[in-house]
């Protein structure tokens, strides 16, 4: 059982960064006082100058459960304030300012489900907090169905590739994970959607996680395809 | 108590007065939302006010309009650290919503097409501080953005902004909405940074 923490300021220490995707950074972080995150959560960086000025940015957690060692990974917005600091200063040792665990909505909890399908759907970097939930139903060795359906622009650009092998590979709690490289194949349209999918007459659990625009349009499918809107979960990045 | 962070001195550096503690201004607009955005048929939207006393109070799509629609400029501030400035709004204030409504009760629950809620005190509605709005920048609020029409309550933090409105139920006690019960704040002053309990 996961203690379920309340939100509360931590100090990070960074305990190692590596490149993740050619835009992206894996950032591992040691947070001693951390309660523990349930999958899917996601917490708050707080940069502070050394005159004072902040800048604070939420994160999906890679990670769950009572460990103290939380995995983030950054993708560089080009324009960006936060996120480039992090995929380019950003050192081993390190020390940043993290609030949390946030989200009490988009979480699988593996203790608490029931026993309907598990559909995970990404966009880009949004794979990260449905990377959380598919090495939590890993570790448990859950036997609920789980399917990854993961739009990327091409396979150089996946996001914790070797984690979700290893979750595929799982013999107790295999995960499917089709991939859609969508410089490379075309984007997700619905028709694949539709056939990759658990079909409605299975009532999946479905998580959505993108950039706006992916998510606005896949949650519209699920709905027309005839997924239940309650049984259809988001989090979204980005403007309109 | 926050730590220096080794490094950092901070690009954007938006010193502007109405920007409240840890938010940073933005040009887009981005979109938080829970599930799938329900479409809602503006020939069928209703919007309804119920109180203890006497049967609702029910408006279409043609009869809130005719009641007066206003101009309004604002700032936005969401809970996830994201500002918008200057923002142009048009929409009907509550204060015309709410003249024949006649209630003891301090708080209200928006309920959402959609099954969203949200729990906001009466007093912060009233008296030229909310309306339901049905444009922003000069278009249509957008289906992601709560259209065809929201709670525009800019006090408080976005949230409350309840999109895809439905309906504002008067209740005696301050209980919880979906996000309340999931984490957020009950009340969501920006400048105090009510975010999380």
Redo the contacts between chains.
């Keep these: 059982m996961i203690r379920r923490g309340r939100?509360a300021?931590h100090?990070g220490t960074v305990r190692e960064a590596r490149p993740e995707t050619p835009s992206a950074r894996r950032i591992v972080l040691d947070v001693p006082t951390w309660p523990g995150n349930a999958a899917g959560q996601h917490l708050?960086v707080?940069?502070?100058?050394?005159d004072?000025?902040?800048?604070?940015?939420?994160y999906s957690i890679a990670t769950s459960g009572p460990d103290t060692l939380l995995e983030l990974a950054v993708d560089e917005l080009p324009d960006g304030?936060v996120s480039p600091?992090l995929v380019h200063?950003?050192?081993v040792g390190?020390?940043?300012?993290v609030h949390g665990p946030?989200?009490?909505?988009?979480v699988w909890r593996p203790d608490e489900t029931s026993s309907a399908p598990v559909l995970l759907i990404a966009g880009g970097s949004g794979v990260v907090p449905l990377v959380a939930m598919a090495r939590a139903h890993a570790a448990a060795g859950d036997p609920t169905p789980f399917r990854l359906v993961y739009s990327v622009r091409t396979p150089d650009d996946v996001y914790f590739e070797k984690e979700l092998a290893d979750a595929a590979a799982s013999a107790t709690a295999p995960l499917r994970v089709d991939y859609i490289y969508s410089r490379v194949t075309g984007r997700l349209t619905r028709d694949t959607l539709a056939a990759v999918a658990f079909p409605v007459s299975a009532a999946p659990q479905v998580f959505v996680c993108g950039p706006?625009a992916f998510v606005?349009a896949v949650?519209?499918w699920?709905?027309d395809i005839g997924h239940s809107?309650?049984s259809?979960?988001?989090e979204?990045?980005?403007?309109? | 108590m926050a730590v220096f962070t080794r490094g950092f001195t901070g690009r954007r550096r938006e010193q502007d007065s109405r920007l409240p503690p840890g938010q940073t201004k933005v040009d887009d607009w981005p979109v938080l939302s829970a599930g799938p955005s329900p479409r809602v048929d503006t020939e069928t939207w209703e919007f309804t006010i119920r109180s203890e006393s006497g049967p609702p109070h029910r408006w279409t799509w043609d009869e809130i309009h005719e009641l007066g629609v206003e101009d309004i400029t604002t700032d936005i501030h969401c809970v996830t650290h994201w500002s918008k400035l200057d923002m142009a709004w048009r929409g009907v204030s509550l204060d015309l919503l709410f003249e024949d409504v006649e209630t003891s009760y301090d708080y209200v629950m928006a309920h959402s097409y959609g099954g969203y809620t949200t729990n906001i005190p009466l007093d912060e509605l009233l008296d030229g501080q909310s309306w339901i709005a049905f444009e922003a920048d000069g278009e249509p609020l957008g289906i992601e953005h709560g259209g065809p029409a929201r709670l525009l309550v800019p006090k408080l933090y976005f949230w409350k902004s309840a999109k895809w409105i439905r309906g504002l139920e008067l209740m005696p006690d301050d209980d919880p909405g979906f996000w309340e019960q999931a984490g957020y704040h009950l009340h969501g002053d920006p400048w105090k940074e009510e975010r999380y309990w």
Excluded: K, M
């Design positions: 939100a300021w100090v708050d707080r940069l502070t100058a050394p004072g000025y902040q800048a604070t940015r939420s304030e600091f200063e950003l050192a390190d020390e940043l300012d946030l989200g009490a909505f988009f706006t606005e949650a519209g699920l709905v809107p309650t259809i979960r988001t979204r990045f980005g403007g309109t």
